[in-house]
């Protein structure tokens, strides 16, 4: 039952990493306000390894379940979703965030020959504020329906009211 688990675990890694990936350097290239096909793919791949990365290294579903544990809720209810949709949110968005940001930073002043002097927390604040939400949304409503498909797949039978909702991704170790 262990290695299964931390097939699910590593499923729900990809799987999400590469979905919060996806959503994250959309919404960020779009908000920038200068999408290119080019940029978008770029720090699309960029955004997807630091998120397999994260996903294998930090335990996101354990800290998740822990953290919906010593809150008193009860597996699968709304406020346990939103903890644990905080927690996932908390670990990537700012991580993804960053690396997105400072790599958007880099090509204004490598376009612009070093003469643009951006300012690197003036982008990156609003662009936090905007990913964050945008991916706290994103886990909340995606995560699950991972959850049920990685669940069916390792015939893993349901471990909660909602049939496996409450076991975070990332718990890979």
């Known amino acids: ?50 998120s397999l990365l994260i996903g294998f290294i930090i335990p996101v579903g354990k800290l998740a379940e822990g953290a919906r544990e010593k809150a008193g809720f009860e597996r699968g209810t709304v406020k346990a979703r939103f903890l644990e949709t905080f927690i996932f949110d908390l670990i990537y968005t700012p991580i993804i965030t960053a690396a997105m940001v400072y790599f958007a930073y880099r090509m204004i002043i490598m376009q612009s020959g070093g003469m643009a002097q951006p300012n690197y927390w003036g982008m990156f604040f609003p662009s936090l504020i905007i990913c964050f939400a945008a991916a706290f949304v994103l886990i909340f409503f995606v995560q699950p329906i991972f959850m049920k498909s990685v669940m069916k797949k390792y015939n893993v039978p349901g471990m909660g009211p909602q049939g496996g909702q409450g076991q975070g991704p990332g718990n890979a170790q």
């Open 1 to 50: 039952m262990e290695e299964m688990m931390k097939n699910v675990g590593r499923a729900m890694s990809v799987r999400m990493g590469i979905t919060m990936s996806l959503c994250l350097s959309l919404v960020g290239t779009l908000s920038s306000g200068h999408f290119t096909p080019i940029g978008f793919l770029v720090g699309f791949v960029v955004s997807s390894v630091i």
